[in-house]
């Protein structure tokens, strides 16, 4: 089982750029494929970006590409995802997610994920 916590949200200015976290707790951090996925007023759940267990593999929604970057440091049991030129439309609570995987899977479906953190608020102003 594992614990999942975010921390970084906040306001920014329309093309500003965030950081955030997600830290795990767990002894088996190794063991899971991390996802960041977002969910703006009104809407569905949307995936951002994922990254495999080790081989650094990663995902990225079309909307994010060239703009957002997901990392992971296993020695730190964080995953990290580097949000730049945001956009006021991606104003949204962003939630990491954790699921149990093989070594260079990715999962992209918000179902397939057992582990969820509390989410972070993201506000970009116009």
């Known amino acids: 089982q594992v614990q999942l916590v975010e921390t970084g949200g906040g306001l920014v200015q329309s093309g500003g750029s965030l950081i955030l976290s997600c830290a795990a707790s767990?002894?088996?951090?190794?063991?899971?494929?991390i996802a960041w996925f977002r969910q703006a007023p009104g809407k569905e759940r949307e995936s951002v970006a994922a990254?495999?267990?080790?081989?650094?593999?990663?995902y990225y929604a079309d909307s994010v590409k060239g703009r957002f970057t997901i990392s992971r440091d296993n020695a730190k049991n964080t995953v990290y995802l580097q949000m730049n030129s945001l956009k006021p439309e991606e104003k949204a609570v962003y939630y990491c997610a954790a699921v149990y995987a093989g070594w260079d899977q990715l999962v992209t479906d918000a179902n397939s994920y057992a582990y969820w953190g509390q989410g972070t608020q993201v506000t970009v102003s116009s």
């Open positions: 767990g002894r088996t951090f190794t063991a899971y494929v």
């Open positions: 990254i495999t267990r080790r081989t650094g593999g990663t």
